[in-house]
């Protein structure tokens, strides 16, 4: 994930149109709304909410009543952010690099859509989910929509494929670029870790990890999945 690349990605005129093409456009609606259904039963009151990637500020807008801080990488994102989340610390922020200063501080975090797709390696992928962990309180919850490549490609693609050697050929995922419509814009080689990959990820630092479907936005369609972790393990 080249920072300066994030930056030129999401500029002003992507940020003033983010929210209506990804979170509200007919094809998502569904999955935005489940999201705020989830996110409601997971602030409960008196948590405390650190959003990664927060991007535009939508979700955090639509708990004013919360202690709440998101971080991003682009200007142009945080910008809109602040509207509606003024009294909110909104940070540009790199999600692999620690920040020591909240760590056991966040009743939930979450990075919501597939921003931790858009790193280069599965290590930096691990330096995130360790953030995230150390950034969630020891009674917290970590939220993360999960990229599911068997969506993304239409295959069903397996975790572990067959083989005919002494050893284990394990998928962990697939490389991916979305390409804008208009060609402008191109989100280029994402990582989409299969969904076991991800949830063993998960569980090196929880001891509870379920996975969860949204309700299927359209007859014969699957619901994306999120990761929900719990009970935290000690440093």
């Not at 955090?60 to 989340?85: C, Y």
Request: some cysteine; hydrophobic content about 40%.
């Amino acid at each position: 994930m080249k920072r300066d690349a994030i930056v030129r990605l999401y500029d002003d005129d992507y940020a003033a149109k983010y929210e209506q093409e990804f979170l509200l456009a007919p094809l998502v609606r569904s999955d935005t709304e489940a999201e705020l259904a989830l996110l409601g039963k997971l602030l409960t009151p008196g948590t405390t909410w650190l959003d990664v990637a927060c991007g535009t500020g939508f979700f955090l807008r639509h708990f004013p009543q919360v202690e709440r801080a998101g971080i991003d990488l682009s200007p142009a994102m945080l910008k809109l952010a602040r509207q509606g989340n003024e009294e909110v610390p909104l940070l540009q922020r790199d999600f692999r690099d620690p920040f020591p200063e909240w760590n056991d501080r966040w009743g939930l975090t979450s990075c919501m859509w597939y921003a931790y797709g858009l790193v280069d390696t599965i290590d930096d992928m691990q330096r995130l989910i360790e953030n995230l962990w150390a950034w969630t309180a020891p009674s917290g919850t970590c939220f993360v929509p999960l990229a599911d490549p068997r969506l993304i490609t239409g295959v069903d693609l397996p975790y572990q494929a067959p083989t005919h050697n002494a050893g284990k050929v394990m998928i962990t995922g697939i490389m991916w670029s979305y390409v804008e419509d208009d060609g402008r814009k191109t989100h280029s080689h994402m990582l989409a870790p299969n969904i076991e990959f991800m949830a063993e990820q998960f569980e090196r630092y929880f001891d509870h990890v379920e996975v969860v479907r949204y309700p299927a936005p359209f007859p014969g369609w699957a619901g994306r999945p999120a990761v929900i972790a719990t009970r935290k393990k000690p440093r």
